[in-house]
């Protein structure tokens, strides 16, 4: 099963904004992760 793992630093921006952001880039991950080609038979 694969991993993909964000971090972040907190800036000036809203919290929101803040994470928001982190639920669509893991989105983002889920989808390429999910999409790929497997690298062994």
């Known amino acids: 099963m694969p991993w ?3 971090m972040k630093v ?3 921006g809203a919290v929101g904004r ?3 952001h982190a639920i669509g880039q ?3 991950y889920r ?3 999910h999409s790929a080609d497997r ?3």
Do not use: E, F, Q, W
Request: neutral net charge.
């Open 4 to 6: 993909a793992i964000g």
């Open 10 to 12: 907190s800036g000036a």
């Open 18 to 20: 803040y994470y928001r």
């Open 26 to 28: 893991a989105v983002l």
């Open 31 to 33: 989808h390429s992760i």
């Open 39 to 41: 690298l062994d038979a």
